[in-house]
Nanobody
Framework: VQLVESGGGLAQAGESLTLSCAGPGPGLGNSAIGWFRQAPGMGREGVVCVGPTDEDTWYADSVKGRFIVPRDNGRKVVTLRMNDLQPEDAATYSC????????????????????????WGRGTTVTVSA
């Protein structure tokens, strides 16, 4: 079982990109979905945590107000809309999910804090030019 990310590419500062995270078969289930990013030489940063309900979303301070998760009721694909991209947003973005129920994102926060996000994608690269 593996997730598949798509939508990465090159953007100029101030532009937008939309990433997608697709799960196998019937969808991504009812667990938290984590979006992460990692720039070369840097640690992995938890960017967004997406719970199964509309109000259960957590954003890192570094992206709050710029990144949005439009909701897909079927949760077959979880998208990440990235607005007003900046050079510091350049990284490889990955999504991860759990195959078991998880605590709400609004309680846990940073998806790096989940121990059960064991299903990962290979990532998609975002490059932002100044």
């Amino acid at each position: 079982v593996q997730l598949v990310e798509s939508g990465g590419g090159l953007a100029q500062a101030g532009e937008s990109l939309t990433l997608s995270c697709a799960g196998p078969g019937p969808g991504l289930g009812n667990s938290a979905i984590g979006w992460f990013r990692q720039a070369p030489g840097m640690g992995r940063e938890g960017v967004v945590c997406v719970g199964p309900t509309d109000e259960d979303t957590w954003y890192a301070d570094s992206v709050k107000g710029r990144f949005i998760v439009p909701r897909d009721n079927g949760r077959k694909v979880v998208t990440l809309r990235m607005n007003d991209l900046q050079p510091e947003d350049a990284a490889t973005y990955s999504c991860a999910a759990s195959q078991t129920p998880t605590p709400p994102c609004t309680i846990v926060g940073d998806p790096n804090l989940y121990r059960s996000l064991e299903v990962w994608g290979r990532g998609t690269t975002v490059t932002v030019s100044a």
